[in-house]
């Protein structure tokens, strides 16, 4: 199966910036998806990396090196808001996606 | 309807006792999915399907059930429920990608907080 790795937690600073890791094992299939999962609630989508670089959307980026299996998600100007896990998912198999136990960030005044 | 929905919420449930999980979308998709959600073990595959009649088997298969009678609608059934059960179950949907096989974006129901005592 698809193994996934990325911190248990992290703590940045309201305002800061933080980057979050994901390593993967490659496979025939190509994309990286980043979710945000806030307490209590169903993840939602933030990301699809298909080929390799660095893609913007507003405050959150995410980069992709298909060869090295590795991403990472990019938050800028950190808002309280913004505490939630963060969730990496690697292509899995025909249709289907693996999930990273996610990463917990807490955002602190 | 928007999206895609779970019922019931939560629940409570005796050991040993039949339990069915609803999931309905309205986004006409044609991929389903249900997860558990557990500390520490994250999102985990329970049961698939990529298009109504078909379904398949993910990661953690054992002791739930599926049926695809419809595109929308994909019930995940609990046989005879366990405390190993207790999780909070997500179904997920997405359209099946251009790309055969490639995965495409899951969207996310609200879940369904289940505890087996």
């Known amino acids: 199966g698809q193994n996934i790795d990325q911190p248990t937690e992290m703590t940045a600073t309201e305002g800061a910036i933080v980057q979050i890791n994901c390593t993967y094992q490659t496979s025939g299939f190509n994309g990286l998806f980043w979710y945000q999962q806030h307490a209590g609630e169903a993840p939602t989508f933030l990301s699809y990396?298909?080929?390799?670089g660095l893609e913007e959307k507003g405050r959150f980026s995410s980069f992709l090196s298909r060869s090295k299996g590795y991403s990472y998600l990019l938050l800028k100007e950190l808002q309280m808001k913004d505490s939630a896990s963060y969730l990496c998912a690697a292509p899995g198999g025909y249709q289907k996606v693996t999930f990273g136990t996610g990463t917990k960030l807490q955002v602190i005044p | 309807i928007a999206g895609i929905t779970q019922a019931p919420t939560s629940q409570i449930l005796a050991a040993g006792r039949r339990m069915t999980l609803r999931c309905t979308q309205d986004m006409r998709h044609n991929a389903m999915y249900w997860y558990r959600q557990d500390l520490g073990l994250g999102l985990r595959l329970i049961h698939y399907?990529?298009?109504?009649?078909?379904?398949g088997k993910g990661e953690v298969p054992d002791g739930y059930s599926v049926s695809r009678a419809n595109t929308d609608d994909f019930p995940l059934t609990l046989a005879s429920a366990v405390p190993s059960q207790t999780s909070v179950y997500f179904c997920?949907?997405?359209?099946?990608?251009?790309?055969?096989?490639?995965?495409?974006?899951?969207?996310f129901g609200p879940g369904t907080r289940l505890t087996v005592l």
């Open positions: 997920a949907s997405s359209r099946i990608s251009l790309a055969g096989g490639q995965p495409d974006t899951q969207y």
């Open positions: 399907s990529n298009t109504a009649g078909t379904t």
């Open positions: 990396n298909v080929l390799d």
